[in-house]
């Protein structure tokens, strides 16, 4: 199956050492971000959101504006992942990774998939395995785990990952960790050399600016990036994350046995009051699964439109969006405000 998927990491402008590079890097007023043979143009990274919230679409905008964009396979067959791959690769160049919820029980089938499908970098949420990171060797493909503690980082050094995401407890969906973003940051970074890339509750550029005094290759953003155009969540969904503002914001135990951040509505109502409708159809899709509800169902529904009975997985930082706007001006902004506020000097 490799093969007419791939495209030669040149051709997406990913290669490190060309002189614009250097020459961007020397007044850039950011760090670069290496991960692996991968050197995005921008040390940003889109999280990867299921269900079917980061898409093959959105991916391809973040990844053509110089960040890397990250499709959200779980829940996805590997037909759709495939499918959602080949989208991203049509609409344009630059980096495109999946990222892959390590509790889903078809979690091996879809990195396999996605391996030879020719993604570029492969992202595991909520866990990880010894196995994944052979895989990416053989393959070539880097492989990036999200820790939420410092020793977890070490561990995955010692395993053979290209770089670490951590993220914090003010992040959206399943959370790993009781400690802040920064909080979390500072003790990664201590326990690691590898890059170390920052995510929770960052929305603008003083948030990003803070995570790299403290020593963050990159970041990763996601409700941010929910909030955007090519976002796959319905019109109903991103109407939400305008309106809602930081006391909306709770957090629900989910089935998966962690923490979740979501908006209040009525389907966390029901929950709190123990009242959640128990799965209709159990189809087995998690390693561990409690279920008091059907996580998959309620993500789904949210996705869909459906915002009473669907939960509302959110960042922290939602109550702060308020446009809705192409995911490449999230990035242009962002980039533009940074240069202002750390000060550096463009050099053409
Ligand atoms: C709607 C939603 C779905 C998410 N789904 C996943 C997922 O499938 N896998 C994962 O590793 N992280 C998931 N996350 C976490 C994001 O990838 C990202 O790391 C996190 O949202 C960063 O925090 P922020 O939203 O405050 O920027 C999700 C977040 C949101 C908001």
Redesign the pocket.
């Known amino acids: 199956m490799t093969g007419d998927l791939t495209i030669d990491p040149a051709a997406r402008g990913v290669v490190p050492g060309g002189d614009d590079d250097r020459a961007r890097s020397a007044v850039d007023p950011w760090p670069k971000l290496r991960i692996g043979h991968l050197e995005p143009r921008y040390p940003i990274v889109q999280?990867?959101?299921?269900v079917r919230?980061s898409t093959g679409r959105l991916a391809a905008a973040v990844a053509a504006a110089g960040g890397v964009g990250?499709i959200?396979a779980?829940a996805m067959d590997e037909e759709e992942l495939r499918r959602e791959i080949a989208l991203a690769r049509s609409l344009g160049s630059g980096i495109v990774g999946v990222?892959i919820?390590y509790a889903a029980r078809e979690f091996s089938r879809l990195v396999h998939a996605a391996f030879d499908a020719g993604i570029d970098l492969l992202?595991s949420?909520?866990g990880f395995s010894r196995d994944m990171f052979g895989w990416g060797r053989e393959y070539g493909i880097p492989v990036v785990p999200?820790v939420g503690s410092g020793k977890l980082a070490k561990m995955s050094e010692d395993l053979g990952a290209a770089a670490v995401?951590a993220?914090g407890y003010?992040?959206?969906?399943?959370l790993g960790t009781k400690l802040s973003a920064l909080e979390l940051l500072a003790e990664v970074r201590a326990a690691t050399t590898l890059p170390v890339i920052a995510?929770?509750?960052?929305i603008d550029a003083a948030d990003v600016s803070r995570a790299f005094d403290l020593g963050a290759d990159g970041v990763?953003?996601?409700?941010?990036f929910?909030a955007t155009v090519e976002a796959n969540g319905h019109d109903r969904l991103k109407q939400v994350y305008l309106a809602a503002r930081d006391e909306d914001v709770i957090v629900i135990k989910s089935p998966v046995g962690l923490p979740g951040r979501a908006i209040r509505n009525p389907f966390t109502e029901l929950l709190a009051a123990g009242e959640a409708p128990p799965p209709e159809e159990c189809i087995d899709c998690l390693k561990r699964c409690e279920r008091t509800f059907c996580i998959r169902d309620v993500l789904c529904f949210a996705q869909q439109g459906d915002i009473e009975r669907g939960l509302i997985?959110?960042?922290?930082?939602v109550g702060r969006i308020n446009s809705i706007v192409p995911a490449a001006e999230v990035i242009e902004t962002l980039f533009a405000d940074l240069r202002q506020l750390r000060g550096a000097v463009t050099k053409d």
């Open positions: 999280g990867g959101m299921a919230i990250t959200a779980t990222n919820m992202v949420g909520a999200i995401v993220e003010d992040a959206g969906g399943h995510a929770g509750g960052m990763q953003l996601g409700i941010r929910a997985f959110t960042g922290g930082g």
